[in-house]
């Protein structure tokens, strides 16, 4: 296995020990586990003209929300390739080329391209999966079903215990509502390597959609001790763990476990996730009708501040909204709307008007303007999902839909809501919810 990359695709290094970091690093990389970058390292050390190491510590450069280190790194992969490379290596730094550029539109699309000829390029069909891969993040309104149509397309060219595949494959049916199919096969590709962070989370969601919200406590206290607090996953696995706690009406466990591995003071996660795990935690709290401890508030928004100046990113741009409303800034979150809407109007904005309107929403629900609120949501509601993520962050945003209702006056469509949602997954929270009404 000298030369070849972990699912035999070669490899253009004159190095076996490259290619043996090489592999190691990459298998690191798709399990979100610490010492990728020091395994890619080795590789480049060994062999400093081999471009896919290059390449694959660009996109973990890429993935810690280092841009200049994966722009220059990619950059020294793309030279290297096209003096010593394959067609597949070429197209393969291409795709990452594109993706780290910022065009990803046309990475998702060469990336199809790609993968139609060489499917077991796990790097390459890693970008359009996940919550935060090209699909999710294209403005699509089914990159749910995408994902698992481009799974299946491809299911035939991997072994059935291939963990990486397994993992994602599982993860796209559960997200898609094939609930049982996708946490049956999640489970498999856990038990296959467990020191896999991707893993933990995927069977962390597939629990969530399951209504399984205590085995997902019980399964995320019994691994996340092992997962080091350095792995980029381990304060948003804690994040799911917190959520389960709220659901079942235990602030006071919730909050405990936002304070130990949450919060940004104690996260080494990628800003995306530090940001919207923070933001949409401590306004379900507060929405729930638990009070946010002094401090936290703040502490969260002087984190995002830096890590998301500029409007565009219209999953960031939700939850930096939440924040901007919760620290009421109305200023700051009429700007944020404001520039959305002119990037959704010029065709630039992939998620379109839905992301301007949540934000409006955001500030209507903190200034208790209800009525408000439901009436910016509603008419958006079904379009919530092109701004990206999983189910369960987005669920947040029907949950402000569906508090504002009740608090509105909007029994009727409270009700019919919280009735979609408990015929589609059991939830505590909700039946507490649909009980009040009947009361």
Same mark, same amino acid.
């Given at each position: 296995?000298?030369?070849?990359?972990?699912?035999?695709?070669?490899?253009?290094?004159?190095?076996?020990?490259?290619?043996?970091?090489?592999?190691?690093?990459?298998?690191?990389?798709?399990?979100?586990?610490?010492?990728?970058?020091?395994?890619?390292?080795?590789?480049?050390?060994?062999?400093?003209?081999?471009?896919?190491?290059?390449?694959?510590?660009?996109?973990?450069?890429?993935?810690?929300?280092?841009?200049?280190?994966?722009?220059?790194?990619?950059?020294?992969?793309?030279?290297?390739?096209?003096?010593?490379?394959?067609?597949?290596?070429?197209?393969?730094?291409?795709?990452?080329?594109?993706?780290?550029?910022?065009?990803?539109?046309?990475?998702?699309?060469?990336?199809?391209?790609?993968?139609?000829?060489?499917?077991?390029?796990?790097?390459?069909?890693?970008?359009?999966?996940?919550?935060?891969?090209?699909?999710?993040?294209?403005?699509?309104?089914?990159?749910?079903?995408?994902?698992?149509?481009?799974?299946?397309?491809?299911?035939?060219?991997?072994?059935?215990?291939?963990?990486?595949?397994?993992? +994602?494959?599982?993860?796209?049916?559960?997200?898609?509502?094939?609930?049982?199919?996708?946490?049956?096969?999640?489970?498999?590709?856990?038990?296959?390597?467990? *020191?896999?962070?991707?893993?933990?989370?995927?069977?962390?969601?597939?629990?969530?959609?399951?209504?399984?919200?205590?085995?997902?406590?019980?399964?995320?206290?019994?691994?996340?001790?092992?997962?080091?607090?350095?792995?980029?996953?381990?304060?948003?696995?804690?994040?799911?763990?917190?959520?389960?706690?709220? *659901?079942?009406?235990?602030?006071?466990?919730?909050?405990?476990?936002?304070?130990?591995?949450?919060?940004?003071?104690?996260?080494?996660?990628?800003?995306?996730?530090?940001?919207?795990?923070?933001?949409?935690?401590?306004?379900?709290?507060?929405?729930?009708?638990? *009070?946010?401890?002094?401090?936290?508030?703040?502490?969260?928004?002087?984190?995002?501040?830096?890590?998301?100046?500029?409007?565009?990113?219209?999953?960031?741009?939700?939850?930096?909204?939440?924040?901007?409303?919760?620290?009421?800034?109305? *200023?700051?979150?009429?700007?944020?709307?404001?520039?959305?809407?002119?990037?959704?109007?010029?065709?630039?904005?992939?998620?379109?008007?839905?992301?301007?309107?949540?934000?409006?929403?955001?500030?209507?629900?903190?200034?208790?303007? +209800?009525?408000?609120?439901?009436?910016?949501?509603?008419?958006?509601?079904?379009?919530?999902?092109?701004?990206?993520?999983?189910?369960?962050?987005?669920?947040?945003?029907?949950?402000?839909?569906?508090?504002?209702?009740?608090?509105?006056?909007?029994?009727?469509?409270?009700?019919?809501?919280?009735?979609?949602?408990?015929?589609?997954?059991?939830?505590?929270?909700?039946?507490?919810?649909?009980?009040?009404?009947?009361?």
């Amino acid at each position: 296995m000298a030369r070849i990359d972990r699912r035999g695709l070669p490899l253009s290094t004159t190095s076996d020990l490259a290619a043996e970091r090489y592999r190691e690093g990459v298998d690191l990389l798709l399990s979100a586990w610490p010492g990728a970058a020091e395994a890619l390292e080795a590789a480049v050390g060994a062999d400093p003209d081999f471009a896919l190491a290059h390449a694959a510590r660009a996109r973990l450069h890429a993935i810690r929300a280092e841009p200049a280190e994966a722009r220059a790194r990619i950059a020294t992969a793309a030279d290297l390739v096209a003096r010593r490379g394959t067609e597949r290596e070429r197209s393969h730094v291409e795709v990452l080329s594109l993706a780290i550029g910022g065009q990803p539109a046309k990475a998702l699309e060469r990336a199809i391209v790609h993968l139609d000829d060489w499917p077991r390029d796990v790097l390459v069909l890693s970008l359009p999966l996940g919550a935060f891969g090209l699909f999710a993040f294209s403005g699509m309104a089914d990159h749910d079903q995408a994902r698992v149509d481009l799974c299946e397309r491809h299911a035939r060219h991997f072994a059935e215990d291939d963990w990486w595949f397994l993992t +994602y494959r599982g993860w796209s049916h559960a997200e898609n509502g094939a609930i049982a199919h996708g946490r049956a096969l999640t489970q498999r590709g856990f038990e296959l390597r467990r *020191e896999n962070a991707n893993a933990a989370h995927a069977l962390s969601h597939a629990l969530h959609e399951a209504g399984a919200g205590q085995e997902a406590e019980a399964l995320i206290a019994g691994w996340l001790p092992s997962y080091d607090r350095s792995g980029p996953l381990h304060g948003h696995i804690a994040w799911h763990s917190a959520l389960a706690a709220l *659901e079942r009406d235990d602030p006071e466990r919730a909050l405990a476990i936002y304070a130990e591995n949450v919060q940004p003071s104690v996260s080494a996660g990628m800003p995306v996730n530090v940001v919207s795990d923070t933001a949409s935690f401590l306004w379900r709290l507060q929405a729930y009708g638990h *009070e946010v401890p002094a401090g936290l508030w703040q502490a969260a928004v002087a984190y995002a501040a830096p890590a998301f100046p500029k409007p565009g990113f219209a999953f960031a741009d939700a939850h930096m909204a939440i924040l901007e409303a919760a620290a009421g800034d109305r *200023e700051a979150v009429a700007r944020r709307a404001a520039a959305l809407t002119q990037l959704a109007e010029a065709g630039s904005l992939g998620a379109g008007p839905v992301a301007p309107a949540i934000c409006r929403a955001a500030l209507a629900f903190a200034d208790a303007d +209800y009525a408000g609120c439901a009436r910016i949501l509603e008419p958006v509601a079904r379009e919530v999902v092109r701004i990206g993520g999983s189910g369960a962050q987005r669920e947040m945003l029907e949950d402000m839909l569906l508090i504002a209702l009740l608090r509105s006056g909007g029994a009727m469509k409270a009700r019919a809501l919280l009735d979609r949602r408990l015929h589609r997954r059991p939830s505590p929270r909700d039946t507490r919810w649909l009980g009040r009404l009947g009361a």
